[in-house]
């Protein structure tokens, strides 16, 4: 599974972005699918996944309410939608899978496949 991840950028504090996570040739719905992001400095974190099948969704508390996830009809593509961007969610934006159905897994080091990364700046 090669996975791509795109939708970076530049945003103003309080903008929005809507990251994409596909695999060209392959349906993704058979799997869940994480995003982490690093900021520099840091370790990776787990931001969100959406489990396969029935669409559960997980969120870190710190962009809970804030952040959505969905698919597209098509099952090729996995949306973040992020909205009320903060500073603090300045990094680079990673999509993953371990090839689970579900989103139990925590750490990095659980996924199997992963998307070049994409930059997320935001400004204050």
């Known amino acids: 599974v090669q996975l791509q991840a795109s939708g970076g950028g530049l945003v103003q504090n309080g903008g929005s972005l809507r990251l994409s996570c596909t695999s060209p040739?392959?349906?993704?719905?058979?799997?869940?699918i994480f995003w982490f992001r690093q900021a520099p400095g840091a370790e990776r974190e787990r931001v969100s996944c959406i489990s396969s099948f029935l669409g559960g969704t997980f969120f870190a508390d710190s962009v809970k309410g804030r952040f959505t996830l969905s698919r597209d009809r098509s099952k090729t593509t996995v949306f973040l939608q992020m909205n009320n961007l903060k500073p603090e969610d300045t990094a680079v934006y990673y999509c993953a899978t371990d090839v689970s159905s579900n989103c139990r897994a925590l750490r990095s080091s659980d996924m199997h496949h992963w998307g070049k990364g994409t930059l997320v700046t935001v400004s204050s």
């Open positions: 040739g392959f349906t993704l719905d058979h799997y869940a």
